[in-house]
């Protein structure tokens, strides 16, 4: 299959991990369904492919301590996307459940049936969960850091095979039978074929495990860089991987998340981002983080001044790096990045924390983020973009109305809908279904 001819548009309601986003006074709320409901009118006014909507399995925390500078939750998904499947017509709207806290046959069912709602335009984030909040759940939802990939592919595997049994079984009576190394699932599929028959695969991981496991069994896979070169790195990366386990390279999407910050002028928007760097990244939060780096009490450093000349625990820093999932960068490389950085530009501790902490943000005018999203599209270090903007629920429309008519007149973005699944806005092929057996 040739290359996507369009550029891929997603959309992700800031959420966890967007600390003190509530503190710009235009900020709305993040649990109320009319933010939700609005954001989610904008993507499909834009177009997007997708809403990318994350899920927190546990308040943010450290040492026993809420961290109460970080936005702390959101609706339940199950909740809360059949609602905007219901005020929304075209675009698509891809979950994040994980294959550790969940089972198949019930996630398999959840997903069919928000297919079915959504008239196909679901899609499965899938992630592992590593880290998070694993006494909210019984424990035999418990895998090792070894095994947790092994597991969400069996945890995939099976819930393709209900999906695919149920669509060559029809309305009738679709049974699996199943036994691996981490699930047992013997039961009929309550729900008939999905439009889709499977929804899009999507994943996000950086590490090695990571890249070969999405390179195995994602349909679209999700990063973050903070420059063209690692983009492009990672992007010929994961399609080297899937060549290599027999997949055809080009079915695969990458996807970068990113942010933006848009003005009349390039030098108006570099002073908007620099203001929203102050404003997002507070004094609590930059020394929050980088104890979490440095695996050490630093609550006596002032966050507008350097970076601690103490050396860090290491073994506590290697526990945040892990568990933050940086990919192939550990705590000595990432301490050294810091250092390097706030040396070179003579940079504050808080300083140093909004350039590294936050999510790589196009910055300048509107024709000057067009053309540096067309280089990144063209020159293969991605086939679309997660955005993100910094303002919820009304950040969206900014990108809407200033961004997608200069990437439309590049040519690189629709200009309508073509197409009324998930799977048909990413130019995925159509599921090939096994031959019916007598089960």
């Not at 942010?259 to 908007?272: G, I, L, T």
């Amino acid at each position: 299959m040739p290359a996507p001819r369009e550029l891929i548009l997603a959309a992700m309601f800031p959420g966890d991990g967007n600390f003190v986003a509530w503190r710009h006074p235009d900020a709305g709320s993040q649990t109320d369904f009319a933010s939700f409901a609005h954001f989610a009118r904008t993507a499909e006014r834009g177009l997007f492919d997708m809403l990318l909507m994350g899920e927190s399995l546990g308040v943010v925390e450290r040492d026993g301590q809420v961290l109460d500078h970080t936005v702390i939750g959101r609706p339940d998904l199950w909740t809360l996307m059949p609602g905007l499947a219901a005020v929304t017509e075209r675009v698509g709207l891809a979950a994040t459940r994980s294959a550790r806290f969940n089972e198949p046959w019930e996630l398999a069912r959840q997903f069919a049936t928000l297919d079915h709602l959504s008239g196909g335009r679901a899609g499965w984030n899938v992630v592992t969960s590593l880290g998070q909040k694993a006494e909210n759940f019984r424990s035999g939802y418990s895998v090792s850091y070894a095994d947790r990939y092994a597991q969400a592919s069996e945890f995939i595997a099976v819930s393709r095979r209900l999906w695919t049994t149920a669509a060559t079984e029809g309305t009738g009576r679709a049974r699996l039978d199943h036994d691996g190394e981490f699930f047992s699932v013997h039961a009929d599929f309550a729900v008939p074929v999905g439009p889709q028959v499977v929804p899009p695969i999507i994943q996000a991981g950086g590490s090695t495990e990571g890249r070969d496991f999405g390179a195995a069994v994602a349909d679209v896979i999700f990063t973050d860089h903070q420059g063209i070169g690692s983009a492009q790195a990672f992007h010929a990366d994961v399609r080297r991987r899937a060549a290599a386990v027999g997949r055809d390279p080009a079915t695969i999407r990458v996807i970068t998340g990113v942010s933006f910050v848009v003005a009349d002028s390039d030098a108006e928007a570099r002073e908007k981002a620099a203001w929203y760097e102050d404003l997002l990244t507070s004094p609590r939060v930059a020394i929050d983080l980088l104890e979490q780096l440095w695996g050490r009490d630093l609550s006596t450093y002032d966050p507008d001044g350097p970076l601690p000349e103490i050396e860090p625990d290491w073994e506590a820093a290697y526990r945040y790096t892990s568990r933050r999932a940086v990919g192939e960068r550990d705590a000595r490389t990432e301490v050294a990045r810091y250092r390097a950085l706030a040396e070179e530009h003579g940079l504050t501790i808080r300083q140093v924390i909004a350039k590294v902490g936050t999510r790589f943000a196009f910055t300048g005018s509107p024709g000057a983020i067009a053309d540096e999203m067309t280089r990144w599209f063209t020159g293969r270090a991605a086939d679309g973009f997660v955005i993100t903007p910094k303002l919820l629920p009304y950040g969206l429309d900014e990108f809407v109305d200033h961004i997608v008519p200069e990437l439309q007149e590049r040519g690189v973005f629709r200009t309508a809908y073509t197409g009324s699944t998930l799977r048909d806005h990413l130019g995925l092929a159509s599921v090939s279904l096994p031959a019916a057996a007598g089960r």
